[in-house]
């Protein structure tokens, strides 16, 4: 999804800006430019092709010479990627450039007034409407003609923009879309997320919906949208550059999926006090617990995958109805919520655009909401009553593995705190679930050990047209995400089916040599999957099975065997996952796909 850098200090712009961007890349965009201001006007350089092109066109940003700068990583929405729609876009008298994440609702709008006023655009793009009204609105002042420009536009948006007249100003914006601030001594920046500019400070001030920033080498002022100066707090980061790059390994999905017992120990431990688990600010006390009568669970993609681990285990263990549901289904479709409702919004990036509108609708419809996210400070933690963060790090990679990881883990976390004051399941099973999820980073750790036996499965399975993930249970919830991981990174076509249904119209499509992958770790339904495994097996399905250690049942019926640690019978969703995000990580590797950067995708969704 698009990014956005800015800088304003005494050096050369340029540089820090493509380094910037290229810290951003992991979003996923499709062309991208840079605006520098020279001392005979701004200068742009725009690709559609790498940041690596960007910094071949402008000798590492040497060509560019201006102290003042702004970028950007552009996903296409309205127009083609192409030179003409990547940003930054210039004002018709090329006094004003900028940058922009979001998307502007009334741009059709705007575009026929400006038309009408003899305005001609360069680009198809939303954005350009936004330097046309700068232009439209100045009068000699740069702080006003943004703040009347702003007041023009409805959507979303983050905005970085400079002007020709105020050679040291950068002024950024925010509604609904990403953008953070970063101070320091040198220079002050501006940038999507901290990733884009932890190498140069690790000091950040988190700007909020209708505020704007204005920067000078100096420093940065914050005004409300009725131009009121703002005091704001300067947060500091706990990561450095080196826990956002890729430390050795050949991908950031490797490295990640690696990181995976430090995450979830991170996650997990820094809530644990003796055996007391305590979330830190938590508004949902006791008394507003025993209140709720139905649990909404809502996310996207993975997120919501981690969310199907949650109805299962939230049911079991609290007894109170749970449903779990895609976040674009949610926000339209008038959702039965109310002050007994508890909504958990699930969310690595804390930025996508669904999410954060079914967040929303929760709210309006009076639920408590409770978000898990990765990034702090992030829309979606804003906007929520109560946060838990997941203690990943920075997820570069755009398949998630450690930030899905994590999810499930403060569910888990989460469903024991709650089990334990509703009293609402044997204390022996709760108390045994705990211990297990404590040695969690353990067994994570020993299935990673034996990396390699999953590389030789991958390799012998080869390219397989199509494949089939089949599960009951937290099984299904498990192979809902395995068979996601495959798909989005190997290009292989896979379908996730609870095993009970495959009766119901799938196995038909069950032929000689097709591969089944049978998750079958969930103690209670090993034998109804043994059963399934048989149906497929007797059609001449390839079987490879996971099951816990000493499942040896199932050496007969497979083809291939993984075995995982035994371990608390719920919690071996967070424990099965791991074979396949490394089975899919090889099978892309052997085909030569682009693994962090999977095609058409985005890391960071910020339009719906
Ligand atoms: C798949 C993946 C996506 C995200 C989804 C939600 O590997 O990463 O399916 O899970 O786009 O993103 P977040 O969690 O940032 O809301």
């Known amino acids: ?21 290229e810290k951003l890349e992991y979003r996923g965009y499709d062309s991208a430019g840079i605006a520098v201001l020279a001392e005979n006007g701004i200068k742009t350089k725009k690709t559609v092709e790498r940041i690596k092109t960007l910094k071949e066109k402008t000798d590492n940003g040497a060509q560019l010479c201006g102290t003042i700068g702004i970028g950007h990583t552009r996903w296409a929405t309205h127009g083609a990627p192409s030179e003409e729609n990547a940003h930054p876009h210039l004002s018709p008298d090329a006094k004003f450039a900028v940058v922009h994440n979001g998307i502007i609702e009334n741009y059709l709008e705007l575009k026929e007034e400006l038309a009408a006023e003899g305005v001609s655009f360069k680009s198809e793009t939303d954005t350009e409407v936004v330097p046309c009204l700068l232009e439209k609105y100045y009068e000699g002042d740069f702080f006003e003609a943004v703040t009347k420009a702003v007041a023009r ?3 979303s948006y983050a905005l970085g923009i400079i002007c020709t007249d105020c050679p040291d100003t950068l002024i950024a914006v925010r509604k609904f879309s990403p953008l953070i601030i970063g101070v320091s001594k040198e220079a002050n920046y501006i940038a999507s997320d901290v990733t884009a500019i932890v190498s140069q400070t690790k000091e950040v001030i988190y700007i909020d919906d209708g505020e704007i920033a204005v920067l000078s080498p100096e420093g ?22 080196n826990a956002a790059e890729k430390g050795g390994y050949e991908h950031f999905m490797m490295k990640e999926i690696m990181e995976q017992p430090r995450s979830v120990e991170q ?58 549901d895609l976040a674009s289904e949610y926000r339209y479709r008038n959702p039965l919520a109310n002050s007994k409702t508890l909504t958990v919004i699930i969310s690595q990036s804390g930025e996508t655009a669904d999410t954060l509108a079914a967040l929303k609708e929760a709210k309006r419809k009076g639920a408590h909401t409770l978000s898990i996210v990765n990034v702090v400070g992030s829309s979606i933690a804003k906007e929520s009553d109560d946060v838990i963060y997941t203690w990943a790090g920075p997820e570069i990679a755009v398949a998630t593995t450690k930030g899905y990881s994590t999810q499930v883990a403060v569910l888990y976390l989460f469903a024991i705190w709650a089990a334990r004051i509703l009293k609402s399941s044997d204390e022996e099973y709760i108390e045994s679930l705990f211990d297990s999820l404590r040695e969690l980073p353990e067994n994570i750790q020993k299935i990673l050990d034996n990396s390699e036996d999953i590389k030789a499965l991958a390799e012998k399975c080869g390219d397989p047209h199509s494949l089939f993930f089949i599960g009951r249970n937290i099984d299904y919830a498990v192979s809902l995400e395995a068979s996601l991981k495959l798909k989005e990174i190997s290009y292989i076509h896979s379908e996730a089916y609870a095993a009970g ?7 038909s499509l069950i032929e000689e040599g097709r ?52 371990t608390h019978p719920l ?36 339009v719906e």
Request: charged share 25%; aromatic share 8%.
């Open 1 to 21: 999804m698009c990014g956005i850098v800015g800088f304003t200090g005494k050096k050369n712009a340029a540089p820090f800006l493509l380094e910037g961007l």
């Open 153 to 155: 536009l409805e959507g």
């Open 220 to 241: 940065v002022s914050f005004f409300d949208k009725d131009k009121n100066p703002l005091q704001k707090q300067i947060s500091v980061v706990n990561w450095d550059i």
């Open 267 to 324: 996650t997990v431990e820094s809530r644990i006090h003796g055996r007391e688990i305590i979330f830190e600010n938590l508004k949902l006390d006791e008394g507003k617990l025993r209140h709720i009568d139905k649990i909404d669970i809502v996310a996207c993609g993975s997120a919501y995958h981690a969310g199907v681990v949650g109805k299962y285990v939230f049911e079991e263990l609290l007894r109170i109805p749970t449903l779990v």
């Open 501 to 507: 249904e495959l009766k119901h119209g799938t196995i």
């Open 515 to 566: 591969t089944v992958i049978a998750l079958a770790c969930y103690e209670k339904l090993f034998d109804k999957l043994l059963s399934n495994i048989k149906e497929v097996k007797a059609r001449g399905a390839n079987i490879i099975a996971c099951v816990t250690e000493g499942h040896s049942a199932v050496l007969s019926e497979a083809n291939d065997v993984i075995f995982i640690p035994q």
């Open 571 to 606: 919690l071996t969703a967070s424990l099965e996952v791991i074979p396949f995000q490394l089975y899919s990580y090889y099978v892309s590797l052997f085909k030569g796909c682009d693994i962090d950067k999977p095609r058409n995708l985005a890391k960071s969704v910020t």
